[in-house]
């Protein structure tokens, strides 16, 4: 199993332990505490009560990997330092006196190896902590049961050793974590900004190029001094309009807006296309609802005006159509992608869904 691209990333990630290899370690590291719960049975009363604790200690130990947060935030780094001293009452309750071997204390083993994890996300008070009261339920075990008080102190103490090089390893390693991180943050920053650069100059250069082609024959034909026919002259001034469309359009505008204005204006429709804006953080779906009404409206039109406007980001309204001829006609689309229209539903077959006529509210498209 390894971390979603989308998830926030931190010392696991530099560490490897969201990484397969990890997953592999712990489902070790659980194998190995449930055998050993399994084969230490020697005097011991239930072994499904040790069988509990090797579960305790699983759900802690993988607590370490998955609980999110850097760092480890204290309602996930609580209950796992918990399970330390929970694993101790639970295994040494069910213990001979004197015990049968030394593997049968594993659960302290167990849980020294998540402890020291625990430093490494940044909960090593926490860790500490369940190391005192292990060693704490391990001394009053010992005492009670006329073994002597430094018997237990003595087998449970020694894993703080390995719990102070953990605390001491994180000292060093989260900062130089933390800053890798940060390289690598930068890092995809800059390629986001290198890609987003390099898209734009490839947008330029396609509009350049349709500019050209578009443009040049009319430009080669005033610079030569022949005066431009009824024709020419009315493509000229369609070029103008589509030539302004494209800077006063926006995310609105894409060459099946274009083409529809274009023929609108053919008909001798006055065409008025405005980005406001609100289409910038706009997923493609509510584009795609805009982008859909407003060449609807487009190739409605025979006569009169389409002013198509994508309002300022923050309005009740991401988009209005208003159709100026013998009538006055109004198209809303709103922020969730709800149509409003005052006309006929027919006008709008071939869309996702049709917005229903006399202003009522529809379904997001």
């Known amino acids: 199993m390894t971390s979603h691209p989308d998830d926030p990333q931190d010392v696991r990630d530099v560490l490897g332990m969201r990484t397969p290899a990890a997953w592999g370690l712990y489902g070790l590291f659980v194998a190995t505490m449930f055998t050993m719960a399994f084969s230490a049975t020697e ?20 607590g370490v990997i998955v609980a999110p947060g850097d760092p480890l935030r204290h309602r996930y780094a609580a209950p796992m330092a918990a399970a330390a001293p929970i694993g101790a009452v639970l295994g040494l309750s069910q213990l001979p006196v004197p015990i049968a071997n ?18 490494i996300r940044a909960a090593s008070a926490w860790a500490w902590a369940a190391l005192a009261a292990q060693v ?18 003595g087998f449970s103490f020694i ?26 943050r930068q890092a995809a920053e800059r390629s986001a900004a290198e890609a987003a650069a390099e898209a734009g100059q490839q947008e330029r250069d396609t509009r350049l190029n349709h500019l050209d082609n578009a443009a040049r024959p ?27 469309d494209e800077i006063l359009g926006g995310r609105m505008v894409d060459r099946d807006i274009m ?27 509510l584009t795609g609802v805009v982008r859909s009404v407003v060449r609807r409206a487009l190739d409605h039109a025979d ?20 159709l100026r001829g013998a009538t006055e ?12 229209s005052d006309l006929d539903a027919e006008i709008f077959s071939g869309a996702n869904q049709d917005p229903e006529p006399a202003g009522r509210e529809v379904a997001d498209f």
């Open 102 to 119: 030394a593997t049968q204390l594993w659960f302290l083993g167990a849980a020294s190896a998540y402890l020291n994890f625990m430093c």
């Open 43 to 62: 005097g011991v009363r239930h072994v499904w009560v040790m069988a509990l604790a090797a579960a305790v200690l699983a759900v802690a130990g993988l």
């Open 136 to 153: 704490v339920v391990c001394t009053v075990w010992t005492a009670n049961t006329r073994q002597g008080f430094m018997t237990g102190l």
């Open 303 to 322: 006569s009169g005006e389409v002013i198509a406007r994508v309002l300022p980001p923050g309005r009740d309204l991401v988009a209005s159509v208003l």
């Open 159 to 184: 894993n703080a050793a390995p719990l102070l090089m953990a605390t001491f390893f994180s000292r060093v390693v989260r900062p130089m974590a933390q800053s890798i991180l940060s390289l690598r």
């Open 218 to 244: 009319l430009l080669e034909t005033i610079a030569s001094g022949r005066p431009l026919s009824a024709a020419e002259q009315e493509q000229c001034q369609l070029l103008e309009a589509e030539l302004r």
């Open 259 to 285: 083409a529809a204005a274009r023929k609108a204006r053919g008909r001798g429709v006055a065409v008025v296309l405005d980005d406001g804006g609100g289409l910038d953080a706009a997923g493609a779906d």
């Open 329 to 340: 006609l109004r198209i809303e689309v709103e922020p969730t992608g709800t149509v409003r």
